[in-house]
């Protein structure tokens, strides 16, 4: 069973999750396409952090950017290469999507890569009714590498 824990950044385990999560970023996406957040953007007031967790192993992981009182946004979906294909993701966006109701959010956005690399991902949040939009927030609204979705509530 898939536990789902508030917090975990000092966790060395979630650390080395994340710097897997960047570098994924940077190996499929040039720099300046990627939005993904380090620890310290990952610590600030409006973002909520999840590990997912299963017999004590970490299996993913991932945040919930408040964007204004109504507007959220999903950041750093993980799950572990070792771990894929077993509900992991799913597990994280149901429970980030619950959160976002029950802050009364209106509206769930997100922003991913683009390309082959990310295919798994759009199917993901396909899956739970996302669709493409626009660019929201300060994502550039021209960069080809970054794929926008987002759902209402």
């Given at each position: ?85 077993r ?6 966006v ?8 029950e ?51």
């Amino acid at each position: 069973m898939i536990e789902i824990r508030e917090g975990g950044l000092d966790e060395p385990e979630v650390q080395a999750l994340l710097r897997l999560h960047l570098a994924a970023m940077h190996a499929n996406s040039p720099a300046e396409s990627v939005h993904a957040l380090d620890l310290s953007g990952l610590r600030r007031d409006d973002i909520t952090f999840w590990t997912a967790w299963e017999d004590g192993q970490l299996l993913g992981c991932g945040a919930l950017k408040q964007l204004d009182p109504q507007h959220g946004e999903i950041k750093s979906m993980r799950t572990d290469p070792e771990r894929l294909r077993r509900g992991v993701g799913a597990a994280l966006v149901s429970h980030m999507l619950g959160v976002a109701r029950e802050r009364g959010y209106r509206r769930i956005s997100l922003e991913t890569g683009s390309g082959p690399a990310f295919e798994a991902a759009h199917a993901l949040y396909r899956q739970f009714g996302f669709t493409e939009c626009g660019a929201f927030g300060d994502y550039p609204a021209d960069d080809p590498f970054s794929r926008f979705m987002s759902r209402v509530l």
